[in-house]
């Protein structure tokens, strides 16, 4: 049985719908992420926020008005058409959602503390469902009135990626037929302070597989498809997930974990690694992650294969990010042979695998026909999809 995913609807700080992220993304110079002192007071950093207007949440029920909710209904917005038709074609009764976050409403609870701090009570406009992590799931499901399954995977920064392969599965085992996929997170003080306590977060851009790299830049965005058997452009061909088992927050230093995630997905595809044209990396700019990465790239497909990190445009958008890294692998597949640029400062760290990093301008003569992308969390919770020209 063939999927197909639709044109994913997204907005990040790489660009506020597909088209935007298509001109960044194959850019020669970075934007996106930028200097940013709102998020965490006081402390300047680079971050990927999203800096387009969001839609206004009072259509929503006060337990669901969240940021968090607001870039999902911005996403939304642009795979409207797909889905009314989805639900037209097939019943609402068959129609699923299935998204990965890891922050859901945290913001409305830093705030909300806040209040209750400076104030002696919590802000009228704060209620604590608002923080649930299922909220993005029900609230696109009550807000569509669909009936199939509806549920949020979080598995850190790995949630957005196995959200498409959650949904996957439930049109393999006939649940539904069609399904609302992808990932959301907004910014919080929260996860900005905390990977910084964890020494993981860089204050200058990010610059994945870097001689000189330091960290991550955390960010924010959310992205959708409608999965369903309708031929489009563009199939979920492969999936592949594993767990490494090795630490809370470190990989397995060799990649096993992550080679087990690409082999399962090259597996599930039918197809053996030389047919991969393109490989988005993880590439979080983290020293261990990279390390580990361009190790089981290497075993895996040798050191030919063009490779790129999209997280210096996006930033690290953690529950949402293998979402919009798909959405990224699709636009590659149904493109004219143009790759993702792979931005840092040039400087290769002689100690990892010599991977072949996109430089700009870099193209093949068409589309790749098949198109990796990695989703490492912590925990060693891995995933990997390919994506496929139908």
Not at 39 to 55: D, M, R
Not at 94 to 118: F, H, N, Q
Not at 182 to 208: K, Q
Request: charged letters at 15%; proline letters at 7%.
């Amino acid at each position: 049985m063939s999927l197909y995913l639709s044109p994913p609807g997204v907005v990040c700080a790489a660009g506020p719908d597909l088209d935007h992220l298509r001109d960044a993304v194959f850019a020669a110079t970075p934007g996106g992420v930028a200097l940013n002192d709102s998020v965490w007071p006081g402390h300047a950093l680079h971050l990927g926020a999203a800096t387009v207007a969001l839609p206004s949440l009072d259509v929503l029920p006060l337990p669901q008005r969240s940021r968090n909710n607001a870039l999902l209904l911005a996403a939304l917005a642009q795979v409207r058409a797909d889905v009314d038709a989805a639900i037209a074609r097939h019943g609402a009764a068959r129609v699923g959602v299935v998204l990965g976050t890891s922050t859901s409403g945290v913001a409305e609870g830093e705030a909300a503390i806040a209040a209750l701090d400076r104030d002696g009570r919590l802000p009228e406009g704060f209620h604590v469902e608002q923080q649930e992590l299922g909220s993005p799931a029900l609230m696109l499901a009550g807000l569509l009135g669909l009936g199939g399954p509806r549920y949020v995977v979080s598995t850190a920064c790995s949630s957005g990626a196995k959200a498409l392969a959650s949904g996957a599965r439930l049109l393999l085992a006939g649940l539904c037929d069609a399904v609302i996929v992808g990932g959301v997170d907004a910014l919080c003080g929260m996860t900005v302070a905390g990977f910084t306590a964890l020494e993981s977060v860089d204050p200058a851009r990010c610059r994945p597989m870097s001689a000189t790299r330091a960290g991550i830049n955390i960010g924010e965005g959310a992205a959708l498809f409608v999965l369903s058997r309708e031929p489009s452009a563009v199939r979920l061909s492969g999936w592949g997930e594993s767990s490494d088992a090795h630490h809370i927050s470190a990989p397995e230093p060799q990649g096993r974990g992550a080679l087990a995630a690409m082999r399962e997905a090259l597996q599930r595809a039918g197809l053996d690694p030389a047919d991969i044209g393109y490989l988005n990396l993880h590439g979080t700019a983290t020293p261990q992650n990279d390390a580990m990465e361009s190790r089981a790239v290497e075993a895996l497909f040798g050191l030919a294969l063009p490779c790129s990190s999209t997280k210096p445009l996006t930033g690290h958008a953690l529950g949402a990010a293998g979402a919009i890294e798909a959405a990224i692998a699709w636009l590659t597949v149904a493109g004219d042979g143009r790759l993702p640029v792979h931005h840092f400062d040039g400087q290769r760290d002689p100690a990892l695998p010599l991977i072949a990093l996109v430089a700009p301008g870099q193209r093949l003569p068409a589309a790749p026909r098949h198109v990796m992308s990695n989703s490492f969390a912590f925990g060693g919770n891995n995933a990997s999809l390919i994506l496929s020209h139908a």
